[in-house]
């Protein structure tokens, strides 16, 4: 059966490596119905909306979605509801996306990206699964109004609402403990429970899934500490599952640790299988229609589409051993680049991709 893709660009260097993710999907041979929506700014400047109902009715109606990136400064001064941004988390809310997996990966030819030094970091393979429909970033109420008592009453005040119901934790923590049992069965949970009732909530819920899982050794850290475990000492990591909040700020960090986040992809999925798949990296828009981006976080997160929503892992598995041979290959984009290497722009890595698939 042919199955639908939804590719959506977005703004700023996402047509430029989505293109190239593109050809590398219609190379496969495999039979799929691929058809383009704007999203984010460029859906704002056509449509006046970041997020037109025609794309999110593209978006619902495929087995998953390639996703490039959205935002551009010239669209901070909008009102919330018209920023680039709305468009992901519209994404994820109306389609249930509510596993994020984000893996941090060093790969051996770029281990002297990485700002640590190579004897902390190399061989580095983590994977942060971070819930994402639910937290302070949907939560209700919020707003901003006036502070009706304690010592700033009279005064405006920003307020906002972390909050998970025990079954949106569950489900999280379920797909981490399976995770985990396919990689080395090691789960850390991460929460702020010292402080915060949702992360007391969590932590109880968790250890109580955990209960179904007693071929995982699992452990508990407070965010701030995981923060700081991750640069001290970021193998000691297998699988992490946190938060929404939490695992937004704990994935570029992990990101970073690579040196490399042009290489990593990311996939969010819903109960049923269906899966937005984007790069980690943003839309970089100082270096948008240069051709210089690198598109390897968005081929490889094609590679996750294969395998996540499509079931096509074999296909999955020759995306990801053409990028390393590439890699091998010595060919680099510019913010992987090491003298030595063979620098190429965008369409030059997609074109080294191709010729490698064989
Ligand atoms: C991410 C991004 C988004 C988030 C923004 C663009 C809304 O930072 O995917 O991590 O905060 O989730
Ligand atoms: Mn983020």
Known sequence: MTKKIAVLPGDGIGSEIIEQAVRVLKALDIPLEIEHAPVGGTAYDLHGHPLPPSTLKLAQESHAVLFGAVGDWKYDKLPREHRPEQAILGLRKSLGLFANLRPAILYPELANASSLKPEIVSGLDILILRELTGDIYFGTPRGIRTATDGPFAGSKEGFDTMRYAEPEIRRIAHLGFQAAQKRSRKLCSVDKANVLETSQLWRDTVIEVAKEYPDVALTHMYVDNAAMQLVRAPRDFDVIVTGNLFGDILSDEAAMLTGSIGMLPSASMNASGQGLYEPSHGSA???AGKGVANPLA?????????????????????????????????????????????KVGTAAMGDAVLKALG
């Open 298 to 342: 968005t081929i490889l997160s094609a590679a996750m589409l294969l395998r996540y929503s499509l079931d096509h892992d074999a296909q999955a598995k020759r995306i990801e051993q053409a990028v390393q041979r590439v890699l091998q290959q010595g060919f680099r984009t510019a913010d992987i680049y090491e003298a030595g290497m063979t």
């Open 285 to 287: 828009p100082d270096i």
